[in-house]
């Protein structure tokens, strides 16, 4: 898998952090979402996935290898 974030259209919700934070932060200045990693470890995809699907802004996109 792997994971990007579009990051103009993120609108800081945060519900990606809250399910996956070992893979996304947000920025301090803006609340952002960041990427930790962009190729998760196979434990964690579902987090991912939920994250992606929750996201407000749709801004998570997956790759799926």
Not at 18 to 38: C, K, S, Y
């Amino acid at each position: 898998m792997k994971v990007t974030v579009d990051e103009p259209a993120c609108v800081a919700a945060g519900q990606c952090v809250l399910i996956a934070p070992d893979v996304f932060d947000q920025r301090d200045e803006d609340g952002i979402a960041i990427l930790l990693t962009e190729t998760p470890e196979p434990g964690l995809h579902d987090s991912v996935r939920e994250a992606a699907a929750v996201c407000p802004a749709a801004a998570i996109h997956l790759a799926e290898a």
